[in-house]
């Protein structure tokens, strides 16, 4: 009542009337706001001043708006002031864009501005499929072995950290609704699950907190509803792993399903407690596993038996938590301002994570990995200890040196639980004992071992990375150039020196962590990340990715994806579009298992609505997880043209490939023919043609080749015209990758704080 008081003002601070709105419709496109207002004193009310208060009040009324201008009596508008008498604050109530940056480095969130909002309601909703797959990868990284292991009371969590985030204790409230930081995905399309006994639809609705009573969703759609989300969003995925005491990377979202994040998940056990009278005496049932045979695990190949068995002997920590030395003593470690050159045998794990964590990829590559444990023999007790004990352990954990085998840091991780409730704390989780011949009896808490894990990450990064700078610097001494006529991607006019220097110098200056390559359309204005991900996925290629592509390995699916959305933006003036990798591989394999007929007409159908009218499709192809090819369909001519770097070796699933992409083909030429003012031809039928083009010298350049053949094909170039060098394709491929990472995050820099675009102007959403 005060604000409508405000809005309609005041006679000598009391009311000056009394007045009902009725309101009709919800604003969207097919229910457009409407209503009336009536003056309960007099029978008769301008129809300049009701227009004026609908606006008023349907501005106020919009989700996440704040406070009406001021509507003076006769209808004009005039600026509102605050019981302070100051304009209010800018915020999610003057439409722009809100930026939420957590105060515990969580990845940041931009809740979506009401234009969004209005937009979602509009438009007209699509169709995803909500595969087991997408699924079973969050669970699996997460730790989970169910999806019944997302208890209520952890789903509760979830939204009581993203509310607390938004609106902080002792901090002005924003004024926003749940859909705003819905992912974009979410916000657009209904998702509908497959292979389940049955079939749910989650929509950005479900992502209400349980406690709403906005929409009524059942804990299955509201759990599947969290995991969409977080597979879709760093942010959520983030929460996700906070509440469920997983450790967060910048790249856990680009690692779902695969094996290094399952590794680095906690397992999915449930807790272990021992009984009333067990724990007053102190005693508990224990459980022994013993590890099998002994592995050479060690990262330092070139020590000899004996120096590994003194190393090992020299990095052990005792049963009173210290760390114990070849004679028994405890040896110096070094300060927090050693280099990473000095990492060696005494240094404790949480030093080392802690300087590689600040440091550039240069310093990593010249930096010593640390060496692990040589185990003779091994048992993992799940004992029980007093909270004397336990404090202790805690204390000698931050000064832990001991690395133990990789195998065998998997196997603790299993021991340690995450299902935890409201009737558990993070001082009941479980307390290991290592024993072994090679080092003295050994407790290990869970953040140790978590260190443990992260280490020997540090330790692949640092080869890693050592190959990747000695594959780049002996391009840098190239004279070499270029091969000519394979457009701006693959024939820079620069020499291949200076591009290998470019591409050096970049990733010298950047960390393993940060982004190399994140899509923004500029043309949305502070808006370009939401369309971004909306149009393309929020496909993020991380540093990493780029580093490890500097060498002889195969391209990762995030590296083609990138190449993929670069080429179907620069394709649009020729009618083209590129697929990404999920898209080819939901008619094709998901998860190494063939894809059903029936189920694989459906995806096609569902590709082809994203298609829509173009003229060209360009696709890279997934052979058994094991090979890449690629394909470029004449839409308009009926004509598949399949390139394969190296023919012949996989002939039948090479089959299976051409039968699903003629499948996706036919869907998207029916589209077509149904869309109005299309007269192409129906019953035409469709040519493969194998293309002859350079065959690959090696196992692992396959994707190089194949993303070449899209680029150069939608292009207007011959590949086949020449023999271009792996490498060289390789090395231009990344130069791209890296400088339009850079020229995305210049254009998102420059729009960070701008005003988002009027409601009726542009919009997130392509």
């Known amino acids: 009542m005060i604000s409508l008081g405000a809005a309609l003002g005041r006679v000598d601070k009391c009311f000056s009337g009394v007045y009902l709105v009725v309101e009709r419709g919800d604003g969207s496109k097919s229910r457009p706001y409407d209503g009336e207002v009536i003056d309960c004193v007099s029978d008769s009310v301008t129809d300049a001043f009701k227009d004026a208060f609908k606006q008023v009040w349907w501005q106020a009324r919009r ?36 930026v939420v940056d957590g105060p515990d480095g969580s990845p940041p969130l931009s809740l979506h501005p009401p234009s969004v909002l209005l937009k979602a309601k509009s438009a007209v909703v699509g169709i995803r499929i909500l595969t087991k797959k997408m699924v079973d990868d969050v669970l699996q990284s997460l730790g989970l072995a169910t999806i019944n292991q997302m208890t209520t009371t952890r789903v509760k969590n979830i939204f009581k950290r993203i509310s607390s985030a938004v609106t902080p204790p002792g901090k002005g409230r924003l004024q926003w609704t749940w859909p705003q930081a819905c992912p974009m995905e979410l916000l657009m399309n209904y998702w509908q ?131 114990v030395g070849a004679k028994g003593s405890a040896p110096a470690t070094g300060g927090a301002d050693d280099s990473l050159r000095s990492t060696g045998s005494s240094r404790p794990l949480s030093h080392v994570l802690r300087d590689a964590e600040g440091c550039t990829l240069r310093g990593l590559a010249a930096s010593t990995d640390v060496s692990s444990v040589e185990m003779e023999s091994s048992s ?45 704390c993070a001082t009941s989780d479980t307390i290991l004992k290592v024993s072994s011949h090679s080092i003295p009896r050994t407790t290990l808490t869970r953040e140790a071992v978590m260190d443990m894990l992260s280490v020997h990450t540090f330790n692949k990064d640092v080869a890693m990375l050592k190959q990747s700078f000695e594959w780049l610097g002996d391009l840098a001494g190239s004279l070499e150039f270029f091969p000519e006529g394979l457009g701006p991607i ?17 990733l010298s200056n950047s960390r393993i962590g940060d982004d190399a390559w994140r899509f923004f359309a500029e043309e949305f204005g502070a808006n370009g990340a939401e369309a971004g991900d909306n149009a393309y996925g929020g496909q993020t290629v991380n540093i990493r990715e780029v580093a490890s592509a500097c060498q002889t390995s195969w391209l990762t699916s995030a590296m083609i994806n990138a190449c993929m959305v670069e080429q179907r933006v620069a394709a649009r003036s020729v009618g083209g579009y590129t697929l990404l990798i999920e898209q080819v591989a939901s008619v094709l394999r998901i998860r ?40 470029v369909v004449n839409v308009v001519g009926r004509e598949v043209v399949v390139y394969d770097s190296l023919p012949g070796t996989r ?17 998207v030429a029916r589209k077509q023919v149904a869309l109005p003012g299309e007269i192409r031809g129906r019953n035409q039928g469709w040519t493969v043609t194998r293309c002859e083009g350079p065959t690959q010298p090696d196992g692992h350049s396959c994707g190089v080749y194949a993303v070449a053949h899209v680029a150069c094909a939608l292009g207007g170039f011959a590949l086949s015209s020449t023999r271009p060098r792996a490498d060289l394709l390789r090395l231009a491929l990344i130069h791209h990758v890296l400088s339009r990472g850079r020229h995305y995050a210049s254009a998102r820099l420059a729009w960070r704080g701008a005003s988002a675009p009027p409601p009726g102007g542009a919009v997130a959403v392509v």
Request: proline share 4%; aromatic share 6%; with cysteine.
């Open 380 to 424: 993992i007790e799940n004992a029980f200890v007093d909270e004397e004990e336990r404090q202790a352990a805690t204390r000698a954990g931050r000064f832990q040196s001991l690395l133990l085998p990789y195998e065998l840091v998997v196997e603790c991780m299993k021991d340690y639980s995450t299902n935890l409730d409201a009737s558990t």
């Open 193 to 323: 699950t497959e292979e389940m006994e049955e079939k749910i639809t989650v929509h950005a609705g479900c992502l209400y907190p349980p406690w709403h009573n906005i929409v009524k969703t059942s804990c299955g759609e509201r759990r599947l509803a969290v995991i969409v989300a977080a597979w879709l969003s760093d942010y959520w995925m983030y929460n996700l792993c906070m509440e469920l005491k997983v450790k967060w990377t910048a790249d856990f979202r680009s690692k779902l399903g695969c094996a290094e994040a399952a590794a680095s998940g906690l397992a999915p056990l449930t807790k272990k407690r021992a009984r009333l009278e067990e724990k007053e005496s102190g005693k508990s049932p224990k459980k022994k596993r013993g590890t099998g045979p002994p592995h050479a695990t060690t990262t330092d190949k070139r020590q000899s038996p004996a120096a590994r068995k003194a190393a090992a002997a020299a990095t052990a920590t005792g049963e009173d938590g210290s760390a």
């Open 63 to 98: 989700p996440s708006l704040g406070p009406a201008v001021v509507v003076g009596r006769g209808g004009s508008v005039a600026q509102q002031r605050s019981r302070s008498g100051t304009a209010p604050a800018a915020g999610v109530g003057a439409g722009n864009a809100v």
């Open 651 to 667: 002939d039948a699933e090479m089959a299976l490939a051409i039968e699903r992409i003629l499948l996706l083909c036919s869907a």
């Open 490 to 506: 693959f024939s820079p006019t620069a020499s291949v020196a200076a591009i290998a220097g470019d591409v050096l110098e970049w």
């Open 592 to 631: 190494g298992k063939e894809v059903a007929s029936e189920a694989a007409q459906t995806a096609a159908t569902e590709v082809a609505a994203e298609v829509g009218a173009c003229r060209w499709l360009g696709m890279v192809v997934n052979l058994c997880n094991s090979h890449w090819v690629s394909a």
